[in-house]
Each structure stands twice: as structure tokens, then as C-alpha cells.
Nanobody, 128 residues
């Protein structure tokens, strides 16, 4: 059974940094692009960042460029998202998911419909 478990969220002050982790079990996603999405209260789920299977390709939402860093450790079946200079607008539940067999271009990478096996998410709350 495939499971994705996100962790590392919490209550932080604006300007702080946070690293989220996502551990996959049940199968290996070492050959899949992995994405991070977030959903704040009353909003649609939105793309945050993604990383190609070998780590060479990375994509970021405009809101995360210059502040975020996505990485992965395929040996541990784990993906990370480090966010710096956090803002109250970053408050959301953060999810990771493996992308399916669609091309690795921005259109597919940034669409949550291209992903499967969503976890429970990790809550991040940023206060000013």
C-alpha cells in the first residue's frame, strides 16, 4: 500500500525558515518527478515546487522563487522542501505527491491533476 507522509510543519514566525519532509513507502518513486503543493483555508490546492527524478530539474511557483529549495534522497524515498523568509501567506497545509507518466514540462508539473497518492499533509502556520 502506497503511503506518503509529510512532516516538519508547525507554527513559525514570519521571516523564519522551515524544512518539510515527505517519506514515501509501499513503492519506490525514484523515477518519478515529485511535487509539493499547498492548500490554504477556502482556497484551491496550488503548486509550490517540484523536482525531477534525478534532481537535475526543479520547478518553483513564482511565490516560492528565491525562497524555496526542493531536494530529494532517492535512497531514502524522501523529498524535502525548505522554505526561507516565510510569510503569513505561506500558511497552508503542504502536500507532496508523485507525478504520473506525463511529460515533465511546466504545464503538467504544475497541475495537481497530474499527481496521485496524496498524503495527509503537514500544517504550516506563519504568524507576523
Amino acid at each position: 500500500q502506497v503511503q506518503l507522509v509529510e512532516s516538519g510543519g508547525g507554527l513559525v514566525q514570519a521571516g523564519d525558515s522551515l524544512t518539510l519532509s515527505c517519506v514515501a513507502s509501499g513503492r519506490s518513486f525514484s523515477t518519478h518527478t515529485m511535487g509539493w503543493f499547498r492548500q490554504s483555508s477556502g482556497q484551491e490546492r496550488e503548486f509550490v515546487a517540484a523536482i525531477g527524478w534525478f534532481g537535475g530539474l526543479k520547478w518553483y511557483a513564482e511565490s516560492m522563487k528565491g525562497r524555496g529549495s526542493v531536494s530529494r534522497d532517492n535512497a531514502k524515498n524522501t523529498v524535502y522542501l525548505t522554505m526561507n523568509n516565510l510569510k503569513p501567506d505561506d500558511t497552508a497545509v503542504y502536500y507532496c505527491a508523485p507525478k504520473g507518466a506525463t511529460p515533465d514540462n511546466a504545464s503538467f508539473v504544475k497541475a495537481d491533476s497530474a499527481y496521485s497518492y496524496w498524503g495527509q499533509g503537514s500544517h504550516v502556520t506563519v504568524f507576523s
